[in-house]
């Protein structure tokens, strides 16, 4: 059973314009939740994170915003750049103080066309 | 640092024969982890360690997987034997295992090993 859900496989995006990622999770356990970046044969690379306590985390032109009473988390990059072409992975961690035994999401391939 | 290191980065075999891939975590990093990336399950955790000793194996999917962390600075994840349905990326990750509110909490992922069992 997938707890986390991310239900855009693809999307497409033109330069300059807010990308919107989605995600949503089914354990009302999770208190910590990630994202993570992947280029084409690179590992995972951590991006954003969120703690439950919070509604919004900023950094630059990467936003995450929780909604915990919708289990919905998404990830808006304003300006989109052709560099964040990758694939986003959504990651959810209901182990707090501890190692992050983190639950991940299928992935979106975002795609940032000129 | 070099970072999460695994070898090797592509592997093609044939159905029934043992495959063995190799991790060499962060230096300091107490906590390793192995992952498998399919386009069905995503990134899914297979087994992970704390200070060299297996904490949770519920992700392996059959006996046929074994884990192991002779020391701290290497790991194994061995498939015998190997089936077709075994094909996808194969991640190690390490971190220092350290509260997730601190932030350090972050895992760092090596290139991942490219199995395809045929």
């Known amino acids: 059973d997938q707890q986390v859900k991310q239900n855009s496989p693809s999307l497409s995006v033109q330069e300059g314009r807010i990308s919107i990622l989605n995600c949503d999770y089914t354990?009302?356990?999770?208190?910590?939740f990630l994202w993570y970046k992947k280029y084409p044969a690179e590992g995972p690379t951590f991006l954003i994170s969120i703690s439950s306590i919070k509604d919004k985390n900023e950094d630059g032109r990467f936003t995450v915003f929780l909604n915990k009473s919708a289990k919905h988390l998404s990830l808006h990059i304003v300006p989109s750049q052709p560099g964040d072409s990758a694939v986003y992975f959504c990651a959810a961690s209901d182990e707090t103080g501890t190692a992050s035994k983190l639950t991940f999401g299928t992935g979106t391939r975002l795609q940032v066309t000129l | 640092d070099a970072g999460v290191i695994q070898s090797p980065r592509h592997e093609v075999t044939e159905m029934g024969q043992e495959v063995t891939l190799r991790c060499k975590p962060i230096?300091?990093?107490?906590?390793l982890f192995w992952y498998r990336q399919t386009m069905m399950r995503g990134l899914e955790l297979l087994i992970y360690?704390?200070?060299?000793?297996?904490?949770?194996d519920s992700g392996m999917p059959e006996d046929r997987f074994s884990a192991k962390m002779p020391n701290a600075s290497f790991s194994t994840l061995k498939i015998q034997p190997s089936e077709p349905r075994d094909s996808a990326v194969y991640f190690c990750?390490?971190?220092?295992?350290?509260?997730?509110?601190?932030?350090?909490?972050?895992?760092?992922f090596g290139a991942g090993s490219r199995l395809t069992v045929l």
């Open positions: 360690f704390n200070n060299n000793v297996p904490i949770d």
């Open positions: 230096s300091g990093h107490d906590y």
């Open positions: 354990n009302s356990m999770f208190d910590y």
């Open positions: 990750a390490s971190s220092t295992g350290q509260g997730l509110f601190s932030g350090a909490n972050v895992l760092t």
